[in-house]
């Protein structure tokens, strides 16, 4: 069975860095491209970085420069680097494959705030 177990969130204040992981099992996923969510209160859950299997990364402009998306592919594990953080980063972070699986994790949450 597929599963992501996602960590490394946490309180920080404005400014800050936190580097979420988003270890994947049940397969290997070396040949997918893989994806950082994130879902605020009240809000949609948006796309904040996606890393292809060749390794091009994309991002919205909300988070260009700021974050960084890479992957372990012996690890079967992605990694997003978050600098330059701000309130407005302030969610539950996900990871997925894209096309997206149906099973999600449980999300870390990520809290900006002084």
């Known amino acids: 069975q597929v599963q992501f177990v996602e960590s490394g969130g946490g309180l920080v204040q404005p400014g800050g860095s936190l580097r979420l992981s988003c270890a994947a099992s049940?397969?290997?996923?070396?040949?997918?491209?893989m994806d950082w969510f994130r879902q605020a209160p009240g809000k949609q859950r948006e796309l904040v970085a996606r890393i292809h299997s060749g390794g091009s990364t994309n991002y919205p402009d909300s988070v260009k420069g700021r974050f960084t998306i890479s992957r372990d592919n012996a690890k079967n594990t992605v990694y997003l680097q978050m600098n330059s953080l701000k309130p407005e980063d302030t969610a539950v972070y996900y990871c997925?494959?894209?096309?997206?699986?149906?099973?999600w994790g449980q999300g870390t949450q990520v809290t900006v705030s002084s």
């Open positions: 049940g397969r290997t996923f070396s040949n997918y491209a």
């Open positions: 997925n494959t894209y096309p997206p699986y149906p099973y």
